[in-house]
């Protein structure tokens, strides 16, 4: 009997070969299922790097409250743009680095923090170890919808800006690679913020007391020297030199924004060694260890400032280019619809993009008495 498919002729078996025909029908029916299946699939992916986004959030706002629980005030935010991490600098005012690295003692990366510790900035030793720790990428700050954990290229001091206080080798460092990070701390509805407006000092032993800025002046009493600083109010959770009490979070814990997916444009994913290179930006230019920055804070729209709605509104990752230099202040992801948020009680939600601004603003404001329904977020 001839097997299917064929034919025999006086005893000899002669296949029967597929037509022109029939070979583009089968690529057609296999292009129609690969296009039915692909957006299934794409949304399965996305689905996974989603919750796992979760649980870095879940992971990092767990470690802020332990470092309450130990140090009894929430992270400090650092100094600001031109300050980096120093172990020899303890924790709350006195650190110039980022809430990020004042945390890593509550993720298991303890060794880390503590690895310049004992030595003098002058040192070999301590560069040594300071490259190490800027060039250590650590999974939990990166949302996996956006971008690995690795180093990213940044434009961090000379020549281009200042000089980093007391660690001047970084600028060469963040040019071949840092860590960075998609998650930011939640500064508030703060008016002034970072960059010239909150006093920086040049070095350790320029440092004058008596001139770092305020953060904690937030009402207006009649008496000029007071109400001078009242612009210097931070009104979120960490920030400048910072040592919040959870006491201090009048609205409630569970109604305040604590740590949040920050936006970036989508191609300054990859980072740049150029301010002029086309998506640029301003919001992931340094590492994640830099003081009080855009790097690793952000703000929701104060309305008696001066900055416009829009670019303090979130919003997903786009191709949109820094060209107001104000974009970087805003929250937002590389997910669809939503970006998410951890709050100071630890539970992780998702904000809509379109979520209102007043409703936005007072979750991020941890005092100003407006009550928000989070089971409708």
């Not at 924790?91 to 990366?109: C, K, T």
């Not at 940044?154 to 980093?164: C, D, K, Q």
């Not at 937030?218 to 612009?231: H, L």
């Not at 970087?328 to 970006?339: D, E, L, V, W």
């Amino acid at each position: 009997m001839g097997r299917l498919g064929s034919h025999s002729i006086g005893g000899n078996q002669i296949s029967r070969a597929f037509t022109l025909v029939e070979i583009l029908v089968v690529i057609a029916i296999i292009g129609i299922l690969v296009a039915l299946l692909l957006p299934a699939i794409q949304s399965a992916r996305e689905a996974a790097r989603r919750s796992q986004c979760v649980n870095n959030l879940k992971q990092i706002g767990l470690a802020c409250m332990n470092h309450v629980d130990t140090r009894k005030y929430w992270p400090s935010g650092g100094w600001g743009y031109n300050w980096t991490a120093d172990s020899n600098r303890g924790y709350g005012p006195d650190q110039p680095g980022s809430w990020i690295f004042n945390i890593l003692d509550f993720v298991e990366e303890g060794t880390l923090r503590n690895s310049e510790k004992g030595l003098a900035t002058t040192t070999a030793g301590f560069q040594t170890a300071s490259i190490t720790l800027h060039q250590t990428p650590i999974a939990i700050f990166n949302c996996p919808s956006r971008r690995a954990a690795r180093i990213y290229p940044g434009v961090w001091g000379p020549p281009t800006f200042e000089p980093i206080g007391e660690q001047p080798w970084l600028a060469d460092t963040a040019r071949a690679g840092v860590a960075k990070s998609d998650y930011a701390a939640n500064a508030g509805d703060s008016q002034q913020y970072g960059g010239d407006d909150f006093y920086h000092p040049t070095s350790y032993a320029t440092i004058d007391p008596s001139k770092w800025t305020p953060t904690n002046i937030c009402r207006k009493t009649g008496d000029p020297t007071n109400d001078a600083n009242v612009q210097f109010c931070q009104t979120g959770i960490m920030y400048y030199r910072s040592t919040l009490k959870t006491s201090q979070i009048t609205d409630g814990t569970s109604k305040t924004y604590m740590i949040g997916e920050k936006w970036l444009p989508v191609n300054a994913y990859d980072g740049f060694t150029d301010v002029k290179a086309p998506g640029f930006n301003t919001g992931d230019d340094q590492s994640m260890y830099t003081g009080f920055e855009w790097d690793n804070e952000r703000v929701a729209w104060n309305p008696n400032s001066s900055v416009s709605q829009s670019v303090s509104q979130p919003t997903r990752d786009g191709i949109d280019l820094d060209v107001s230099g104000l974009e970087p202040r805003r929250f937002g992801s590389a997910h669809p619809s939503t970006f998410q948020i951890v709050f100071c009680d630890g539970s992780v939600h998702n904000i809509d993009y379109e979520i209102d601004p007043a409703t936005h603003r007072a979750l991020a404001h941890r005092f100003d008495g407006e009550a928000v329904l989070t089971d409708s977020l």
